[in-house]
């Protein structure tokens, strides 16, 4: 089995920053890209942020600059920096993982449960 748990979320005000943290656990030999991913109330999920197991990121244009992902691989965690929050920010977001269980197996992808992010104006 994988888990994959998020922490970090919480309220803040505009401009504020918070920092997001999401570790995967288990059976694991190895993990491609880590994501994250946010979804509004009433809106379907979207991307915010990818990174490969090599450090190469992807962003989507609405957090451009203002949001940083970085992972630790030696701790199979990712992180999301996210500075300048704005209320339209404000959403509940999940870390997902590409994880490989042993080596040249299939790759499984995991979401995490999700944490709340409000940003208040």
């Known amino acids: 089995q994988v888990q994959v748990v998020e922490s970090g979320g919480g309220l803040v005000q505009a401009g504020g920053s918070l920092r997001l943290s999401c570790a995967a656990s288990?059976?694991?030999?190895?993990?491609?890209?880590m994501g994250w991913y946010r979804q509004a109330p009433g809106k379907q999920r979207e991307l915010v942020a990818t990174i490969t197991g090599g450090g190469s990121t992807n962003y989507a244009d609405s957090v451009k600059g203002r949001f940083t992902i970085s992972r630790d691989n030696a701790k199979n965690t990712v992180f999301l920096q996210m500075n300048r929050l704005k209320p339209e920010d404000t959403a509940v977001y999940h870390c997902?993982?590409?994880?490989?269980?042993?080596?040249?197996?299939?790759?499984?992808?995991?979401w995490g449960q999700g944490t709340q992010v409000t940003v208040s104006s």
């Open positions: 997902n993982a590409h994880v490989q269980k042993s080596r040249n197996s299939v790759v499984y992808s995991y």
């Open positions: 288990g059976s694991i030999s190895s993990i491609n890209d």
